[in-house]
């Protein structure tokens, strides 16, 4: 059971890798190996065959997912590599989470179309605050991607 959490963030320390790390911990603590990697946006993903999971997190700037999480799905082979995996994602940022879900999901949404997406989350102004939110999402990702799998 392994996972990699695909991510970028314009700063270092803030809520994304707040919510990236509790995250991790938690799928850790289940048994999940976990491993996070930056998205810059001319990379080869080939490396993704080796995990079960990739979960995509993106904070969002001026209304906008992270520019370089964007540019990786124009400029490289991260859709390609995204193929046949079991996809979970989040987005942080600064409003409501109504908000983000008409306007900033869709952004990240557009570009997984066909995928499996097994789970996604917004974490804004409620649930960004909330130190039990990451952890729900992460129990609720391994239920759907891990509880079954033989040990």
């Known amino acids: 059971m392994n996972a990699i959490i695909l ?3 314009l700063t270092s320390g803030g809520s994304t890798d707040r ?3 509790a995250i991790g911990e938690e799928l850790v603590k289940k048994g999940v ?4 990697a930056k ?6 993903y080939g490396f993704l065959d ?5 979960i995509i997190a993106s904070p969002v700037y001026n ?3 992270s520019p370089n999480l964007v540019a990786a799905f124009a400029q490289s082979n ?32 557009l570009r997984l179309i066909g995928q499996n997406i097994v789970a996604q989350k917004i974490f804004g102004l409620t649930e960004k605050s909330n130190p039990q939110s990451p952890i729900t999402f992460a129990n609720e990702i391994y239920q759907k991607v891990f509880a079954e799998l033989p040990l």
């Open 7 to 9: 991510y970028d963030a």
């Open 19 to 21: 919510i990236i790390d």
């Open 33 to 36: 190996y976990v491993e996070k």
């Open 39 to 44: 998205t810059p946006p001319r990379a080869d």
């Open 50 to 54: 080796e995990f079960e999971l990739v």
């Open 63 to 65: 209304f906008n997912l």
């Open 78 to 109: 991260l859709s390609e590599s995204l193929k046949g995996k079991k996809i979970a994602t989040f987005l942080v940022c600064g409003g409501p989470e109504l908000t983000a879900e008409f306007l900033y999901m869709p952004q990240l949404s």
